[in-house]
């Protein structure tokens, strides 16, 4: 039996991620970020003025603001050339909305996406799919019974076209302007590919939706914007996986998320993140939440250089509740810094957030976030629990949480722990016939089983064995 690189046996169908094809372009910009360059991917495209006008303004906020640098103990991103960075790669397939039927895409990029599991987990337990290759989604499939509840999954692409209206009202512009930071005003020029998903009013999906993001070439930046709208009443859950492989220089990846939560809706977002080891993994995700709504975000981070991302929820409504469940996961020479951000804006909301992350070999963690309760939010709570777990001296975890409380009549909870891997526990599970290994990723599981039981069963084999490996240094 052999192993790849990444620790999978290609015979038993194991999820390898580090694989790459050749490069196919049907068209490919030049490196750097131009008006030139950002006209010619909305030309590409097709798109009606106002989208390329949106484009145009991102790009003056991008070349105003300065690289983020301030932050206590952020990662190094000097390593961050946009000048050397291709923003926008079409795939050389023959699509003009995206396919919908598995069969019909190019051999090649069928076979990447098989080799991740994606046609499987649809069959098995997803009611919709979707692939995004490079700067494009490839693959969109939405189950009959999807459309006749009348809900869209669809690229958002297609959306500008088949609905510019809703995608007008909320592409970037009160939920995550492109003014609210550099990355987001970079996305905002450059944007390529992801879904768009609108759920109408009282509609509950009962299957999960999945999207997946495949970097293959080197040295190119994947930009995807995923807009999810939730009526009053409806309910969904959708599902991100996110994979690149391994090049010498260093690929961006600088995508946005914004969620509408309708009043009484329930949105979870779920992500499962497994960059390799020299791509800047930094995203923009945001909620908006209405009275009696609830936003569900769980998310593990692994693989990249260097992370940076705080989901986030802006409580708008009263009785509105976010919940947050984060792992992060950092071995040699990764910085991951992650966290949640939570703003209570109205009376009775709540937020959990539960942390959990895991550092060896000299990796580094942090959890970074923000919790504020504004003046009047009254009988608002929140509730923040971060753990860390080190393999070695070498390794390190910090908290950075960060409370702004204007308003008195509420409660407030928090609880931070850091331990190391202890010897005793992993002879205490060796005297009872496990090896050391197995003791390791025995206590590891139990560490994040938070995470996983929020998960579809396939997903959660899948992150249990993704951290595997990464204890015991396959993945590269």
Not at 272 to 296: D, F, H, P
Not at 456 to 464: F, Q
Request: glycine share 8%.
């Amino acid at each position: 039996m052999t192993q790849d690189r990444t620790g999978f046996d290609a015979s038993d169908g194991g999820l390898d991620t580090d694989f790459r094809k050749s490069e196919r372009a049907a068209y490919k910009s030049d490196t750097g970020l131009t008006e030139e360059t950002v006209r010619l991917i909305s030309e590409d495209k097709d798109e009606p003025d106002w989208m390329l006008e949106r484009r145009l303004r991102a790009l003056e906020l991008y070349d105003q603001m300065p690289m983020p640098t301030d932050w206590p103990g952020q990662p190094d991103l000097s390593g961050v050339d946009i000048d050397e960075i291709v923003p926008y790669l079409r795939p050389d397939v023959d699509v003009e909305d995206s396919v919908d039927d598995w069969a019909d895409l190019p051999e090649d990029i069928r076979d990447t996406f098989d080799r991740l599991g994606i046609p499987d987990a649809e069959r098995e337990a997803l009611s919709g799919a979707g692939a995004q290759y490079e700067s494009e989604v490839v693959y969109q499939n939405v189950q009959d019974r999807l459309a006749e509840k009348g809900v869209v999954f669809c690229n958002m692409d297609e959306a500008v076209q088949e609905y510019p209206e809703l995608v007008k009202e909320h592409f970037m512009t009160k939920c995550v302007p492109a003014s609210d930071n550099k990355f987001a005003a970079l996305h905002g020029a450059v944007w390529s590919g992801d879904s768009f998903v609108y759920v109408p009013e009282d509609v509950t999906l009962e299957m999960p939706l999945q999207a997946y993001f495949r970097m293959n070439s080197e040295g190119i930046g994947q930009f995807e914007h995923k807009i999810i709208v939730a009526e009053p009443g409806s309910e969904v859950h959708l599902i991100e996986g996110c994979s690149a492989p391994h090049y010498g220089s260093h690929n961006l990846h600088s995508g946005c998320v914004e969620v509408f939560v309708g009043e009484d809706a329930h949105v979870q977002y779920s992500t499962v993140q497994n960059w390799s080891k020299n791509t800047y993994n930094l995203n923009t995700k945001r909620a908006i939440v209405e009275e009696n709504g609830t936003m569900e975000w769980v998310s593990g981070s692994m693989g990249s250089k260097a992370t940076m991302l705080y989901p986030a929820s802006v409580l708008k409504g009263r009785g509105a509740t976010d919940n947050h469940i984060t792992i992060a996961f950092a071995g040699e020479g990764q910085d991951i810094d992650t966290g949640a951000k939570v703003f209570h804006a109205a009376p009775d909301t709540h937020s959990t957030i539960e942390s959990k992350s895991i550092a060896k070999d000299g990796g580094r963690t942090n959890y970074r976030g923000l919790v504020h309760i504004a003046d009047g939010a009254e009988n608002s709570s929140t509730s923040v629990e971060c753990d860390a777990l080190m393999f070695d001296a070498e390794s390190t975890s910090d908290t950075m949480p960060y409370m702004e409380i204007q308003e008195e009549t509420v409660d407030v909870a928090h609880e931070a722990t850091v331990g190391k891997l202890s010897d005793e526990d992993i002879f205490y599970l060796q005297n009872r016939g496990l090896d050391a290994e197995d003791a390791k990723q025995m206590i590891v599981a139990g560490f994040i089983e938070p995470l996983t039981e929020e998960l579809p069963i396939e997903y959660a084999v899948e992150l249990n064995r993704l951290i595997e490996l990464e204890i015991d240094g396959s993945l590269g």
